[in-house]
């Protein structure tokens, strides 16, 4: 089954750190960008981070510059957004993403084809 599965969302308070996960099973990891976006109630899902199938680049929306890593273990099918010094406004929905966009759309959600389930992150303020 080709899926992928996100893990490691919850409560923190502003100024903390989580670490999310997406474990994806199914399609050969390695061959594919693997993307992170948000969705906050009411508003549009939007773009966080996209690793590229190596590894070896990696791209941020200006609002997490700096305070987002995303990194992936291609060995272990995983994909990792370290995210520290949390904001009220980072409160939403993340999910993972897989796909080929070329590098001018990685931020574009209709290049990824493969998304996990969602994951709820709250930062309270």
């Known amino acids: 089954q080709v899926q992928l599965v996100e893990s490691g969302g919850g409560l923190v308070q502003t100024g903390g750190s989580l670490r999310l996960s997406c474990a994806a099973s199914?399609?050969?990891?390695?061959?594919?960008?693997m993307g992170w976006f948000r969705q906050a109630p009411g508003k549009e899902r939007e773009f966080v981070a996209v690793i590229t199938w190596s590894g070896g680049n990696t791209y941020y929306a200006d609002s997490v510059k700096g305070r987002f890593t995303s990194s992936r273990d291609n060995a272990k099918r995983t994909v990792y957004l370290q995210m520290n010094s949390l904001k009220a406004e980072d409160t939403a929905v993340y999910y993972c993403?897989?796909?080929?966009?070329?590098?001018?759309?990685?931020?574009?959600?209709?290049?990824?084809?493969?998304w996990g389930q969602g994951t709820q992150v709250t930062v309270s303020s």
């Open positions: 993403a897989s796909g080929n966009p070329p590098v001018q759309a990685m931020s574009v959600t209709s290049w990824y084809d493969l």
């Open positions: 199914g399609r050969t990891f390695s061959r594919y960008a």
